[in-house]
């Protein structure tokens, strides 16, 4: 890795670690950039969750109370959600390079359109499916989603703050805490999958790592002077663009 490429990482990881505390999103900025350093699609989303793993985690300390009030309702969530991820980072490494790098364009237009209108499917979700005998359902739809997020993971964290909302975890403090903790806790998992597969390119994902949690820190103190809006706003239009540009290429590598 030469400097100007560690120089590089090192400004993408402050910038999205400032970015999650902000706004969240990050990864559809830090994916493309370890892609951009040189690292093959499949080994770049690998690395992405090792690389924003401290964003990520840097919630659970805040939401110690909140978590310890649960109760052992966490179990079922974390081992339902933990063989989804587990699942997902296996089919990531079964359906190799080739397939990844076509469903490229279509998970970050994916993560884009979570991000978009993740608030807005949450409260449909919760209004729809609260109070209704669902709880099967709602384990499902959460192995389900964790499959996902073991496979690329981007916008996942609106759809688990629904699930958590609609089993009954209606106060928004209870619900985020479980939601950092079960995002946290399948990235954990996935990222022991892809280092045992040798998928992790592990100097990159510590420059990251380290610029991350930088970016983070800095990020939360400035995020009351920072109109949240624009900043999203921000995120998905360079998500389409991101994703259009994916398209193109994909489709000019068919001719």
């Known amino acids: 890795m030469t400097i100007q490429t560690m120089m590089f990482l ?3 990881g402050v910038f999205g670690g400032a970015w999650n505390a902000l706004a969240g999103g990050a990864t559809l900025f830090t994916f493309p950039a370890l892609m951009a350093a040189g690292l093959p699609p499949v080994v770049a989303n690998a690395t992405n969750y090792l690389a924003m793993l401290p964003s990520n985690a840097a919630a659970l300390p805040a939401y110690r109370r909140e978590l310890a009030g649960v109760g052992p309702v966490i179990v079922p969530l974390m081992v339902v959600s933990g063989l989804g991820a587990i699942a997902g980072s296996l089919l990531l490494l079964v359906s190799g390079e080739a397939v990844f790098e ?3 364009p279509a998970l970050v237009l994916l993560a884009t359109g979570l991000f ?4 807005r499917l949450r ?3 919760v209004a729809g499916l609260n109070g209704s ?8 739809a ?5 499959i996902y997020g073991g496979y690329f993971g981007a916008g996942l964290g609106i759809i688990l703050l629904a699930i958590v909302q609609i089993m009954g975890f209606s106060s928004f403090h209870v619900a985020n805490s479980l939601k950092n903790l079960l995002a946290t806790s399948f990235t ?5 999958v892809f280092g045992v597969s ?8 510590g420059v990251v790592m380290c610029g991350s949690t930088l970016g983070g820190y800095f990020g939360a103190r400035c995020a009351r002077l920072v109109n949240e809006r624009y900043l999203r706003m921000a995120v998905i239009a360079f998500g389409v663009i991101l994703s259009a540009v994916y398209f193109a290429r994909g489709a000019g590598a068919g001719l």
């Open 123 to 125: 409260k449909l979700m």
């Open 188 to 192: 954990i998992l996935s990222i022991g």
């Open 116 to 119: 978009a209108f993740g608030g």
């Open 198 to 205: 040798g998928l992790i390119a592990w100097p990159e994902a």
């Open 102 to 104: 076509a469903l490229i």
């Open 142 to 146: 959460l192995f389900v989603f964790s």
């Open 133 to 140: 005998s669902t709880g099967v359902l709602l384990y499902v």
């Open 10 to 12: 090192v400004g993408i």
